[in-house]
């Protein structure tokens, strides 16, 4: 159609679309931002696609995963014990949760992969080297954690409470859903102490703390492994020193690793 610019009915329209071009054209940083966000999201729902397709390959199985997760309780409850559900749904939503952990910790590895895809744009070329074995150490370092806590301190702090229990005459049937909160408590606890190494490295290496200094801390570090000890474990001796032992010596790995892999310079060493 012809427009005719001395047509007043016409000019009304003409400028609200010029209007419309120009309120609606996106400045490059919003126009960035954008695509970040979008690429993030792509992101995500691709990580939530590899817990989810692993979660469905486990489901099957769902009863047999809780029973072995529940193995270091069994195997240490007195005769007669059990565990019940209190909860209608419990049973099933159970077992279901333990499997969606179990998910998720297979595929870790892709969920890790894309939250590098997404930054490592943004990462200078020393960094990038230093983000993947980082990312791969603390990965395995996190899985030891909690395999520690299932064959180590499971059976061992299972083996206190029911001796504790014997002499009041009590019986131990746990629910199903109290077990699997204490369970991941303790392999967070776990999977957390056993990433000291990590962080005492980043430290120094990051240039926050001195190597020398981290190695004067020591006592307070000691100290400091007993009171957070006795604030995640069950309140007896044993249960205690499971984790403020590993924990004391996750932090001597730590300064060792530092002297080996953080430049002398940084880590405050004198040439030789």
Known sequence: MTTNPNDPNQAPADAAAAGTVAGGAATPGEDTFISHLIELRDRIIRAGIAVIVVFVGLVYWAPDIFRLLARPLLQNLPAGGKMIVTDVTGSFFVPMKVTMMVAFVIALPIVLYQLWAFVAPGLYQHEKK???????????????????????????????????????????????????????????????????????????????????????????????????????????????????????????????????????????????
């Open 130 to 272: 230093l983000v993947v074995p980082l990312v791969g150490s603390s990965y395995f370092l996190f899985l030891c954690g909690m395999a520690f806590a299932y064959f180590v301190v499971f059976p061992t702090i299972f083996r206190v409470m029911v001796h504790y229990n014997a002499p009041l005459g009590a019986e131990m049937n746990t629910d199903i859903d109290n077990y699997l909160s204490f369970v991941l408590t303790m392999f967070l606890c776990f999977g957390v102490t056993f990433e000291v190494p990590i962080v005492v490295v980043l430290l120094v290496r990051m240039g926050f703390v001195q190597l020398k200094k981290l190695k004067e801390i020591r006592p307070y570090v000691v100290v400091g492994a007993f009171v957070v000890s006795a604030v995640v474990t069950p309140p007896d001796v044993v249960s205690q020193l499971i984790l403020a032992v590993p924990l004391v010596i996750l932090y001597e790995a730590g300064l060792i690793a530092a002297r080996f892999f953080v430049p002398r310079v940084a880590a405050n060493l004198p040439v030789v």
